[in-house]
């Protein structure tokens, strides 16, 4: 069973950083598009950015030049790092994992828990 677990979320000031972790297991994490979702108090959950099985990259405009997605293939490990945070930046952050099977064109789509990250002065 596919497991994805967050990590680093938390409480920064306006224009800090932090650095979130999502950790896949139960899978091959390297044959996974994984990606990074948020979800506001009120608003509906938002694409922030994902990497390809091949590194290829997509940002939301409201966190081009200040986000920054990554992932560590030995590590089953995508990383999410946030710099110059503002405080519209707060939501919960969610990690993504998916795939489309080759023969059998079934979707396979995870969902982490979500870590709270709270920008606030």
């Known amino acids: 069973q596919v497991q994805l677990v967050e990590s680093g979320g938390g409480l920064v000031q306006p224009g800090g950083s932090l650095r979130l972790s999502c950790a896949l297991s139960?899978?091959?994490?390297?044959?996974?598009?994984m990606g990074w979702y948020r979800q506001a108090p009120g608003k509906q959950r938002e694409l922030v950015a994902t990497?390809?099985?091949?590194?290829?990259?997509n940002y939301a405009d409201s966190v081009k030049g200040r986000f920054t997605i990554s992932r560590d293939n030995a590590k089953n490990t995508v990383y999410l790092q946030m710099n110059s945070l503002k405080p519209e930046d707060t939501a919960v952050y969610y990690c993504?994992?998916?795939?489309?099977?080759?023969?059998?064109?079934?979707?396979?789509?995870?969902w982490g828990q979500g870590t709270q990250v709270t920008v606030s002065s």
């Open positions: 993504n994992a998916f795939r489309i099977g080759v023969a059998t064109k079934k979707e396979y789509d995870y």
């Open positions: 990497i390809t099985s091949v590194r290829s990259t």
């Open positions: 139960g899978s091959i994490f390297s044959i996974y598009a």
